[in-house]
């Protein structure tokens, strides 16, 4: 039985900041930025992170999928929230998966997300792998222009493909083009990386797996390699043998380069256009070299995610405002009130007691009359049953709903003013107070279509820790009722 891609999603963050927004702001310092100001970047809200964009694109993957529960979880970033916290583990609770799933952190490296879908080929070849980035760069720096916030998911397995795997190989190389150690990346010069670094250990590597693999170059029909180096790709492809054609856009115009999360999400955007038959070579570079190799199925327009690439790109919001984007990724220290001066510590013996509730957004559905409810607790709320401990566990984050009453408060302290709060009732039944996020002036009213997404919902500074919670949003697009 052959093992490959099983299923794809995808999640863009819908705040999309204009280029010349940021070169405008800082040409006094630096004019040449005015020539990287062309297109947008994506932008994450202020609740969004990593994780939260990790749960977008793993649930537009298993919307695809009825039932399907992997059996392993990988996620790979660079930027993970947390430094001693499984951050899979609270990406496995939000998408309620089982417990008994194995979850595993992948980072330090831009091919944390292709060496993770290697390990797991070359391994059982069941599981998934999620990748998501929100990397953070100095105001007016190169990095600020060309990065972009955004996360990926491939799912694999054996039985029908939408992707045969072929073969794969990488090549550890420590090879130092940029490095973290505090808070921002340093990286070296553009040229000596390109032709030292991808001209040099990329080639090496593929020409391997080609030969292995009794695959020429001109076979390629989609050929990926993550880069913010606009001439790097055409230059890697050239010296390969591999037709300009088939170089798969970086979306550095309109998305930005997502770092870990770059490959995948490329992967996932051919994907949605290869044709049966088609290879797909896809690279991850960094401290050495992933390369896999996959061949389209006849089953490849089987599979569609609830959003791809293709959706999560037209779903978006234009951003004029620079001065939010730096708030939003805390570049500028905010006077925030004496209303935002309040601790925020999260009292973990309460919060693990409601785990099923906040994190994977579970309610209760009655065994003796059917009535469901949010929060589950140890009375059916239905005052013609009130049965005593009747309640099965019953996700709501699947679960659409509508507007029943709306406040938008500027007196209470938010990152982004005003503060939409009100209550839900899902389809189905079900009610509850909730906050609202994304949302446009004037685009709210009683009545209003909503899904739910896992956001942050506050932080506390000082002790680090990220507190999240369920927000409903208005989508940008219709959500039909039922």
Not at 155 to 181: K, M, Q
Not at 301 to 307: E, I, L
Request: aromatic share 10%; proline share 5%; hydrophobic share 40%.
């Amino acid at each position: 039985m052959s093992k490959g891609i099983t299923g794809f999603g995808a999640y863009i963050p819908q705040g999309r900041l204009r280029r010349s927004a940021i070169a405008e702001a800082n040409a006094w310092f630096d004019a040449s930025l005015k020539g990287l100001g062309r297109g947008e970047r994506s932008m994450c809200n202020w609740d969004e992170d990593v994780i939260t964009m990790g749960v977008e694109a793993a649930g537009d993957c298993l919307a695809g999928f009825d039932g399907h529960a992997p059996p392993a979880l990988f996620f790979a970033s660079t930027t993970f929230p947390f430094l001693d916290r499984q951050n899979s583990v609270v990406l496995l609770e939000a998408l309620n998966l089982p417990r008994q799933t194995l979850a595993m952190d992948v980072g330090a490296s831009q091919r944390a997300g292709t060496s993770s879908l290697l390990a797991l080929l070359q391994g059982t070849g069941d599981g998934m792998v999620v990748a998501s980035e929100h990397r953070r760069a100095k105001a007016g720096s190169r990095g600020e222009m060309l990065w972009g916030d955004a996360a990926a998911a491939v799912a694999t397995g054996g039985g029908p493909v939408i992707a045969e795997f072929v073969g794969g190989e990488s090549l550890a190389s420590d090879f130092v083009d940029h490095y973290r150690g505090g808070e921002f990346d340093y990286d070296w010069e553009e040229r000596w990386i390109r032709d030292e670094g991808y001209l040099k250990i990329i080639p090496e590597i593929v020409e391997s797996l080609l030969s292995g693999c009794n695959v020429g170059a001109a076979d390629i029909a989609h050929f990926i390699l993550p880069t913010d180096q606009a001439r790097a790709p055409g230059a890697v492809a050239k010296k390969l043998g591999i037709a300009p054609g088939a170089i798969v856009d970086n979306q550095a115009a309109t998305v930005g380069v997502a770092g870990a999360a770059q490959p995948l999400l490329l992967l996932a955007a051919a994907l949605e256009s290869a044709k049966p038959g088609e290879l797909i070579l896809l690279t991850g570079f960094g401290q050495g070299c992933d390369a896999l190799l996959f061949r389209a199925t006849e089953a490849i327009g089987s599979f569609r995610p609830a959003r791809g690439v293709s959706g999560a790109l037209a779903a978006r919001r234009e951003e004029n405002n620079y001065a939010r984007f730096l708030a939003f990724n805390n570049l500028i220290e905010r006077d925030t009130g004496k209303r935002g001066e309040t601790d925020r510590q999260t009292y973990l013996s309460g919060y693990n007691r409601r785990r099923d509730l906040v994190t994977s957004f579970l309610g209760g559905k009655c065994r003796i009359c059917g009535t469901v409810q949010i929060p589950r607790e140890k009375y059916c709320v239905n005052p013609e049953c009130h049965a005593l401990d009747s309640q099965d566990p019953y996700p709501f984050a699947d679960k659409r709903g509508e507007v029943l009453t709306w406040t938008a408060d500027r007196l209470t302290f938010d990152p982004s003013p005003p503060a939409y709060f009100g209550m839900v009732r899902f389809d189905g039944g079900g009610k509850l107070m909730m906050d609202f996020t994304e949302v446009d002036e004037g685009g709210i009213e009683s009545g209003s279509r909503i899904s739910v997404h896992f956001r942050v919902r506050q932080y506390d500074p000082q002790r680090g820790f990220r507190k999240y919670f369920w927000k409903a949003k208005i989508p940008r697009e219709p959500v039909p009722a039922g």
